[in-house]
T-cell receptor, first 114, second 110 residues
Framework: SAVISQKPSRDICQRGTSLTIQCQVDSQVTMMFWYRQQPGQSLTLIAT?????????ESGFVIDKFPISRPNLTFSTLTVSNMSPEDSSIYLC???????????FGQGTRLTVV | QKEVEQNSGPLSVPEGAIASLNCTYS??????FFWYRQYSGKSPELIMS????GDKEDGRFTAQLNKASQYVSLLIRDSQPSDSATYLCAVSGGSYIPTFGRGTSLIVHP
């Protein structure tokens, strides 16, 4: 397993501002993912954070809106830029060690945009 | 497009009964299958993984996989009110990126 520290756990932000969410893992991992989960919905993959290169974004998500960094094998950030109320959601960091192994999740960040 | 289908529920069972949760998937190349439990306001936590056809038991939980039918299930024996949660099925294959179902809400009533 992996111990994942995600912060902040929650935040209330003004529209038009940006929020950066951090994800720290206690061991090196191959794969790091960022998900969004809207109320009552399942997980939607935003992007795969690639160490040393640009993130791979899923359809409907763009780098200008959700810039991602991954400077090493234990840390990643997701920024939600120019926020609007529609960005209110839970954002989850997830890691696994590749090769179709199980994924583990951080505690999540509950974001409310007002 | 890879799809993972689950009945959203809610599935309501009495305390002590067996809860049966089902999941189907579209990608025949899928190799790994997972069940996660998610309590309201919390992040998903892994409860079972299964990689080969048949049954895998862990305490009160049994995962069942049938690759020919592209079907995976989770049985919870002696269901408790504390089992009330949303159960997410996840499947991964060649891309190594898991695909999650929408989840089934389980309610265990006393």
């Amino acid at each position: 397993s992996a111990v994942i520290s995600q912060k902040p756990s929650r935040d209330i932000c003004q529209r038009g501002t940006s929020l950066t969410i951090q994800c720290q893992v206690d061991s090196q991992v191959t794969m790091m993912f960022w998900y969004r989960q809207q109320p009552g919905q399942s997980l939607t993959l935003i992007a795969t954070a690639n160490q040393g290169s640009e993130a791979t974004y899923e359809s409907g998500f763009v780098i200008d809106k959700f810039p991602i960094s991954r400077p090493n094998l234990t840390f990643s950030t997701l920024t939600v830029s120019n926020m609007s109320p529609e960005d209110s959601s839970i954002y989850l960091c997830s890691v696994d060690k590749g090769m179709n192994t199980e994924a583990f999740f951080g505690q999540g960040t509950r974001l409310t945009v007002v | 497009q890879k799809e993972v289908e689950q009945n959203s529920g809610p599935l309501s069972v009495p305390e002590g009964a067996i809860a049966s949760l089902n999941c189907t998937y579209s990608d025949r190349g899928s190799q790994s299958f997972f069940w996660y439990r998610q309590y309201s306001g919390k992040s998903p936590e892994l409860i079972m993984s299964i990689y080969s056809n048949g049954d895998k038991e862990d305490g009160r939980f049994t995962a069942q996989l049938n690759k020919a039918s592209q079907y995976v299930s989770l049985l919870i024996r002696d269901s408790q009110p504390s089992d009330s949660a949303t159960y997410l099925c996840a499947v991964s294959g060649g891309s190594y990126i898991p695909t999650f179902g929408r989840g089934t809400s389980l309610i265990v009533h006393p």
